[in-house]
């Protein structure tokens, strides 16, 4: 079965400052779609980025960007000039389509924290 | 603002009676999905429809049902609410054009006692 592993239960940060966040997953397939979301306090979970895996150019989105290494089978997440509004739950996670349904893999999640 | 609600978004129950999620979307797409948050799992897919009648079984479907009778409503329902089903519950869409990116509402929280 797929997994995705995140190994930093939590993460601070200082305002301004640089973040990375970890992410590996586990897969036979070579096709498949891997997407950071973000989930505020209010619950809401929120598209960060969305890497295509058979891109090989990472995926950027204004301060977010992602290192994915497709041989490896890692995804990490960059947070440049961090704003105290970036303050959440950050989950990674993986589409698959194994067995003929398909499903979305999430990780456990990263809490990542801003000091102001 | 992906156009998906939930009803209710909070709900308290006892065990042993019957529970029933809406999820609404307004854009017609034709892939939706039910999860679940538990603290230390992160996000468990329950069931998924891909159109009308159509459904199948994510990797905690058991103790769940799920019915879509039009477009814009999937519904989930516990036959018989336990302690266990205690959760958050997420419903998402698949926009069509949107190469496999799922949009989440705003979530359901459960509470069974």
Known sequence: ?116 | DAGITQSPRHKVTETGTPVTLRCHQTENHRYMYWYRQDPGHGLRLIHYSYGVKDTDKGEVSDGYSVSRSKTEDFLLTLESATSSQTSVYFCAIRRDASQETQYFGPGTRLLVL
């Open chain 1, 1 to 116: 079965a797929q997994t995705v592993t995140q190994s930093q239960p939590e993460m601070s940060v200082q305002e301004a400052e640089t973040v990375t966040l970890s992410c590996t997953y586990d897969t036979s397939e070579s096709d498949y779609y891997l997407f950071w979301y973000k989930q505020p306090p209010s619950r809401q979970m929120i598209l960060v980025i969305r890497q295509e895996a058979y891109k090989q150019q990472n995926a950027t989105e204004n301060r977010f960007s992602v290192n994915f290494q497709k041989a490896a089978k890692s995804f990490s997440l960059k947070i440049s000039d961090s704003q105290l509004g970036d303050a959440a739950m950050y989950f990674c996670a993986y589409i698959s389509r194994q067995g003929g349904s398909e499903k979305l893999v999430f990780g456990k999640g990263t809490k990542l924290t801003e000091n102001p």
